[in-house]
């Protein structure tokens, strides 16, 4: 979906729209499915800049760092970018790269993508290391078994999943 910016009125152009974005690549060669993108808030020009300022709320579909299970994830926060024209993918802004220019993105001056804002807020979003639950037990390291449905009967596994008392009373 993109938006031509001579269409932008003086005063802004509201934003509330549910976008599909394709998959996501993670550097770690993982796939991330992202459900229903709603991406809302003003895009206004400033010079020949353009503002976006807004939310961005999804879901991806993760896979937990801990018990390897899928599980789908909220993600929903403020959103703040400016794009400024320029040349797009220019090799040397990678290592230039500082903070303050994350918010910075280049464009052809002419027209934006709103997939391309949700995109990469979403891609900012997606934790490391996911977990399908804070407490996650994961998988026992000596027979692979999913800890949070039932402890296996590995001695390893056992010292760590049961407390003390019962080993007492054995
Ligand atoms: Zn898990
Ligand atoms: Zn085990």
Redesign the pocket.
């Known amino acids: 979906m993109f938006i031509e910016v001579n269409k932008i009125p003086p005063q802004g152009l509201e934003i509330d729209r549910v976008l599909q974005l394709q998959p996501l690549q993670l550097v770690r060669g993982e796939q991330v499915k992202v459900g229903d993108t709603r991406l809302s808030g003003t895009l206004r020009r400033s010079g020949s800049d353009l503002e976006f300022r807004g939310r961005v709320g999804a879901e991806v579909s993760l896979t937990c760092s801990r018990c390897l299970e899928p599980f789908r994830q909220p993600i929903e926060g403020p959103c703040h970018r400016i794009f400024r024209p320029g040349p797009l993918g220019k090799p040397e802004s990678e290592h230039e790269l500082v903070e303050e220019d994350l918010a910075l993105t280049p464009f052809d001056g002419t027209r934006i993508n709103l997939e391309e804002i949700a995109r990469e807020q979403v891609y900012l979003a997606v934790p490391l290391k996911p977990l399908c639950q804070e407490s996650c037990r994961g998988l026992?390291?000596?027979?692979?078994?999913e800890l949070n449905t039932a402890p296996?009967?590995?001695p390893?596994?056992r010292q760590t999943a049961e407390p003390l008392t019962s080993k007492l009373s054995l």
């Open positions: 026992c390291p000596k027979c692979g078994a296996c009967d590995c390893e596994a």
